[in-house]
């Protein structure tokens, strides 16, 4: 049974920083994609950033230079590490995993990084 859990969501101040992390189980080994998502309230979800099995990253342009996604295999973990946050980054972030011969896909629950002003 896949599950993905989140944590490190939090309020904070702008200027600030935090530390989400994505709980991989049975094994982070069986995804080809491991990212991160976020939906603030009105808007729809958008990809933050995203972590290949080889490595390989990508980022939206408003977090480039601000936030950096790790894995840590032995863990079974992802990782976002958000610096410099601003109130525009508040939304509720969502691990994603992708296995993608099979098409499937799977979510975390969610949780909530509030950047105040």
């Known amino acids: 049974q896949v599950q993905l859990v989140e944590s490190g969501g939090d309020l904070v101040q702008a200027g600030g920083s935090l530390r989400l992390s994505c709980e991989a189980s049975?094994?982070?080994?069986?995804?080809?994609?491991m990212a991160w998502y976020r939906q603030a309230p009105g808007k729809q979800r958008e990809l933050v950033a995203a972590?290949?099995?080889?490595?390989?990253?990508n980022y939206v342009d408003s977090v480039k230079g601000r936030f950096t996604i790790s894995r840590d295999n032995a863990k079974n973990t992802v990782y976002l590490h958000m610096n410099s946050l601003k109130p525009e980054d508040t939304a509720v972030y969502y691990c994603?995993?992708?296995?993608?011969?099979?098409?499937?896909?799977?979510w975390g629950q969610g949780t909530q990084v509030t950047v105040s002003s």
């Open positions: 972590i290949t099995k080889g490595g390989g990253t």
């Open positions: 994603n995993a992708q296995i993608i011969p099979t098409h499937h896909d799977y």
């Open positions: 049975p094994s982070i080994f069986l995804f080809n994609v």
